[in-house]
């Protein structure tokens, strides 16, 4: 479970039209990431799909079922963990399953485990790093019982080297648990390592510029980054970025 389907989304503030007839799809336990700069609508799309906006038209459904303007059909990590701070490790990953009257804490704390945090169990969030909070809130959103998980640059405040170890364990969880994944970056990079398909955004309003579906098998690590194969794909997403005028910041 978890096919997601967008038709003819639209949406505008105060007269400026932020979305222009968005229309893509996500199959299940597909990871699909969204690339597009800042500015660009990502953000709104996900508030959208969330049901925290309504469109000014334009329909959303989620496995066949109309979710348009329909709140708690998808699993939401913003940029920011989010994280309880009076909350320990182990009661900010049930949060998602206490909001929905289930509670599972033998598998909580197995995913705490494979998530490298063992014996973090009963710390609060203060007493964590930045990597470490990001995999409890990735750990909160697997939890919770949505098919869809929506993540939104979950990793743009990490240095380089966190992000990249985030990156490699991030797949390494999602394998397993092989959930449906909508994922916004304006990494390139990011984008190439992670994803199955991507979906360029331009901007002013957004539309879907331009589609990849990336070849690179599974498992994958991080030399994958210095391979020819990456960074003729690399210059291709780039490549279709300035030709949409969306200049360099795309590119980080």
């Known amino acids: 479970m978890g096919a997601l ?39 709104t799309l996900f508030q959208l799909i969330g049901g925290l906006l309504n469109p000014d038209h334009g329909a959303i459904s989620l496995d066949d079922d109309n979710i348009t303007g329909k709140r708690g059909f998808i699993s939401y990590m913003p ?7 009076w909350r320990t490790v182990l009661d900010n990953v049930i949060l998602g399953q206490e909001l929905h009257g289930t509670k599972d804490k033998v598998k909580a704390k197995e995913m705490i485990q494979k998530a490298g945090l063992g014996g973090y169990e009963q710390a609060f969030p203060e007493e964590l790093s ?19 998980i929506c993540l939104d640059e979950p ?3 990490l240095d380089d080297f966190t992000r990249q170890e985030m990156h490699e364990w991030l797949l390494s969880i999602w394998s397993q648990y092989k959930r449906t994944i909508l994922f916004v970056t304006h990494n390139i990079d990011e984008a190439l390592f992670l994803s199955d398909r991507i979906l360029v955004f331009s ?18 690590k991080q030399e994958l980054l210095l391979t020819e194969e990456f960074l003729k794909w690399k210059r291709k997403i780039s490549s279709t970025i300035v030709q949409n005028g969306l200049g360099g910041e795309s590119d980080e």
């Open 79 to 85: 940029q920011q963990p989010a994280l309880l701070p």
């Open 130 to 148: 930045g990597g470490m909070k990001q995999r409890v809130a990735f750990i909160r959103a697997l939890l919770s019982p949505q098919s869809l």
């Open 155 to 157: 990793f743009s405040a």
């Open 203 to 220: 901007s002013n309003p957004a539309q879907i510029a331009n589609e990849f579906v990336i070849p690179f098998s599974r498992p994958r």
């Open 5 to 43: 389907e967008v038709k003819e989304l639209s949406k505008s503030f105060d007269g400026r039209e932020i979305l222009k007839d968005i229309s893509l799809h996500v199959e299940e336990g597909e990871f699909v990431t969204i690339l597009g700069p800042s500015g660009s609508g990502k953000s």
